[in-house]
């Protein structure tokens, strides 16, 4: 991830399994107009999409489902991943893409592991062109520079290949095209910007729907406001994507177990029997509204504390969420839960 401001030098940000250490904040949006900066600084949290969903949308196959489903009311569905813990999100977005209904209704993913510098590469090889692993690989390497290698890992290449087969049972006319979100090395755009220039020239020129990909942080609709405002016109890519294209935009965040941060030396732990008590499923993960109650009111700095750490005051690192009273009906528009365990509730059943 690009994550640069010069007013958060004493910050140290854990983003969904990645630790950015001094002169971090959450992205870099590139804005150049100062009122467009002003706009977003001033608006607390991006505007709730009107999507419908099930209660419960159950393991990994109905989730990709309901999710197809939701660009029928949506132009952007934005998936937030955990960046270090990512088998279930691998095979959500695998599953997701796989699914027949999904090329008909969308024609271009967004990836936060895929380098703009690198895009002639990545559309050959997502066409289905013979391309050398060591120039693919150019793909997601351009990134390292921000995102501290976690791009390496198999299940972003193995999320490729599944699209890159997807493509090669349809027609030309009908491919799926990958983008890359980030803008690679040297001086060149912020993360924000450059996924969302992509978005503008697909979705608005085009009036193409889109699936973007990114650490589940980028999409917090929320933040609170002392850490807002010490990250410039760092907005976020969700409140970003709000600005330029309002209520357009479906945000799923993941919610299931990380471990507390090295640097945190306590904080609140999540009471992950609030979540199972008011499901009626065992199965995991589970896609539910968060506008629906009881879930709409639970304390984000709870179940999403371990996701976004300061350490700009005088009493050492703690939740960017400490003592702060937004919830997570603020944070996104759904979560898939994943249960309380390491590997999912270990007391549920799993499915795809």
């Known amino acids: 991830m690009s994550f640069k401001s010069a007013v958060a030098k004493n910050l140290v940000m854990r983003l969904i399994g990645v630790m950015t250490v001094a002169g971090a904040a959450l992205v870099t949006v590139g804005l150049t107009s100062e009122s467009l900066i002003r706009r977003a600084q001033s608006v607390r949290s991006a505007a709730l999409s009107k999507v419908q969903l099930p209660d419960e949308s159950i393991g990994v196959d109905g989730i990709a489902r309901t999710l197809i489903s939701a660009f029928d009311q949506a132009d952007i569905v934005a998936l937030g991943e955990w960046h270090g813990r990512i088998g279930l999100d691998s095979d959500l977005r695998i599953a997701l893409v796989r699914q027949p209904d999904f090329a008909k209704k969308v024609r271009y993913i967004v990836i936060e592991c895929g380098s703009a510098t690198e895009q002639a590469t990545l559309d050959r090889y997502i066409r289905g062109e013979n391309v050398p692993r060591v120039q693919l690989e150019r793909v997601w390497k351009a990134t390292v520079e921000t995102t501290n290698g976690f791009c390496d890992a198999p299940a972003y290449a193995d999320f490729l290949a599944a699209i890159r087969d997807v493509n090669t049972r349809l027609p030309a006319e009908a491919h799926i095209r990958v983008f890359g979100g980030h803008p690679g090395p040297g001086p060149n755009r912020g993360i924000e910007t450059t996924a969302v220039s992509v978005l503008k020239e697909q979705l608005l020129q085009k009036h193409g729907k889109a699936l973007v990909i990114f650490g589940a942080a980028h ?22 994507m709000e600005i330029n294209f309002p209520g357009r935009t479906f945000v799923v965040l993941p919610v299931g177990r990380l471990d507390r941060p090295g640097a945190v030396a306590a904080d609140v732990g999540p009471d992950f029997q609030k979540f199972d008590r008011a499901l009626k499923t065992p199965v995991r993960p589970v896609l539910v509204s ?18 976004l750490t300061t350490c700009r005051g005088a009493g050492g690192c703690v939740s960017a969420f400490k003592g702060s009273t937004i919830t997570l009906g603020q944070m996104a528009d759904a979560c898939f839960y994943v249960g309380g365990s390491d590997d999912g509730d270990p007391k549920a059943k799993a499915a795809r």
Do not use: H, K
Not at 296 to 305: I, K, T, V
């Open 290 to 307: 968060l506008q629906r109650l009881p879930f709409r009111d639970f304390s984000a700095e709870e179940f999403l504390g371990r996701t």
């Open 219 to 240: 999409f917090y609709r929320t933040l609170p406001a002392a850490f807002l405002s010490s990250m410039g016109s760092d907005v976020g890519l969700a409140r970003a």
